[in-house]
């Protein structure tokens, strides 16, 4: 089935989607009950930020390559630049789901701004989506409730600072409930710790320079996350960045290499999958504090 691509690089480009009021032209807080229309196997182009709680409708949601069952009591996030697919099982008009949609521009200026690009989860997939418990969904609907009581009001020159705080509150709450969710998948988050360092290890053991150093998105990739999701969680389990621990173990290959072989540093560094020795060099020195040729002569002192 060919698909209408819909760019949502508006409020009022959504809200005409459903049928729905614009009262603002930067932030809506969505109710779907209130929709009269049915939007249904398209392809949405997101220009603004999107949170949505789902609390019914079979529904799946395919990010990239990968299709995903948005199932009930669960938060999604889009973020401008993100290209979704949605296709409902059963066309359903006015589904229970609400949410918020906010414009970039209504943000700029204000402390927020500033704030924003911390809140990961908005680059989390669907299948990383937000599972709430009954009272961190009250808390979730009491702060879109406070941002629908301002939106209510006459706009004056408070409002846009009020909008935005309120809804870095509701960001704020979110961001904690993923830290909640973090922990209480300390089981499966263990898995990935483990099947990221086996991966890890199995990297070099094959020819990697033919693929270049490894990066967070390819361990990533391999554990069917996506890069944000997967740093915040190796993060969580181990006190280290992916980054860190990439790098703690090419430094540890590295260090192997130059002391059981007489292989040119070059060579070393290429065998690593680096493509400029230089890099190799400089990073191996600003980790171990040596550079490679100084840390060679130094184990064939010892």
């Known amino acids: 089935m060919e698909r209408k691509t819909i760019n949502l690089d508006s409020i009022d480009a959504y809200n005409k989607l459903?049928?729905?009021?614009?009262?603002?032209?930067?932030v809506t807080v969505i109710d779907l009950k209130n929709a009269d229309k049915c939007i249904n196997h398209v392809r949405l182009n997101y220009g603004v930020y999107a949170l949505f709680l789902k609390n019914s409708v079979a529904c799946s949601i395919r990010y990239g390559r990968k299709k995903y069952d948005y199932q009930e009591g669960t938060v999604v996030s889009f973020s401008p630049?993100?290209?979704?697919?949605?296709?409902m099982d059963v066309e359903e008009i006015a589904p229970d789901v609400v949410g918020l949609m906010f414009h970039p521009d209504l943000i700029y200026g204000t402390p927020l701004a500033n704030k924003i690009s911390s809140f990961s989860f908005f680059d989390f997939s669907e299948m990383e989506s937000l599972h709430l418990?009954?009272?961190e969904r009250e808390i979730f609907l009491d702060c879109l409730h406070k941002i629908d009581r301002e939106l209510q009001?006459?706009?004056?020159?408070?409002?846009?600072?009020?909008?935005?705080?309120?809804?870095?509150?509701l960001l704020e709450y979110l961001h904690r409930?993923?830290?909640?969710?973090?922990?209480?998948?300390?089981?499966v988050n263990s898995d990935v710790v483990a099947q990221f360092e086996q991966a890890l290890k199995l990297y070099y053991d094959s020819d990697a320079k033919k693929n270049g150093t490894p990066t967070v998105?390819?361990?990533?990739?391999?554990a069917n996350l996506t890069?944000?999701?997967?740093?915040?969680?190796?993060?969580?389990?181990t006190g280290l960045t992916a980054k860190e621990i990439i790098t703690r173990h090419v430094i540890s290959v590295a260090k192997h290499r130059l002391s059981v072989s007489s292989d040119d540093v070059s060579i070393v560094a290429y065998d690593l999958g680096f493509e400029y020795p230089a890099h190799f060099t400089r990073l191996f020195k600003r980790v171990v504090g040596q550079s490679p040729s100084e840390y060679r002569r130094m184990i064939e002192q010892n």
Do not use: C, M, W
């Open 227 to 237: 890069p944000g999701y997967f740093g915040e969680l190796i993060k969580k389990e």
């Open 153 to 169: 009001h006459s706009v004056d020159h408070h409002s846009a600072a009020l909008l935005s705080a309120n809804i870095q509150l």
């Open 177 to 187: 409930f993923y830290d909640r969710q973090f922990i209480t998948r300390h089981k």
């Open 133 to 135: 418990s009954e009272e």
């Open 217 to 222: 998105g390819y361990f990533a990739d391999l």
């Open 81 to 87: 630049g993100q290209i979704i697919d949605v296709d």
């Open 18 to 26: 459903y049928g729905l009021t614009t009262r603002h032209p930067l």
